[in-house]
């Protein structure tokens, strides 16, 4: 069983920055890929940013490009999403995910999430 917890959340002005943190608690992330996913009221929860195990490959939806940046410290069981130049769109509550396939098993974790408010 893996337990995330996020953290970083708040409340920031159009053209802020926050970073949220998304730590694991009981297990390792090793062999997960990570990705942020974050739901508005009202909306349908829509992929954010996603980073392989290595670190190596990243992805990121078109709205965040250039703005956000996924990053993680496998040492500290860590995933991280850098957030910049934030846009009242931005609104949302921020679900960090784990995921991995082990001999045809999948495992597929969320935390309880992170609100993040920016205002106009």
């Not at 996603?50 to 040492?75: C, E, L, M, P, Q």
């Not at 500290?76 to 679900?95: C, F, H, I, S, W």
């Not at 969320?110 to 408010?117: N, P």
Request: aromatic letters at 12%; a positive charge.
């Amino acid at each position: 069983q893996v337990q995330l917890v996020e953290s970083g959340g708040g409340l920031v002005q159009a053209g802020g920055s926050l970073r949220l943190s998304c730590a694991a608690d009981g297990r390792t992330l090793t062999g997960y890929t990570m990705r942020w996913f974050r739901q508005a009221p009202g909306k349908e929860r829509e992929f954010v940013a996603a980073i392989s195990w290595s670190g190596g490959t990243t992805d990121y939806v078109d709205s965040v490009k250039g703005r956000f940046t996924i990053s993680r410290d496998n040492a500290k069981n860590t995933v991280y999403l850098q957030m910049n130049g934030l846009r009242p769109e931005d609104t949302a509550v921020y679900y960090c995910n784990a995921e991995r396939t082990m001999w045809s098993t999948k495992y597929n974790y969320w935390g309880q999430g992170t609100q993040v408010t920016v205002s106009s």
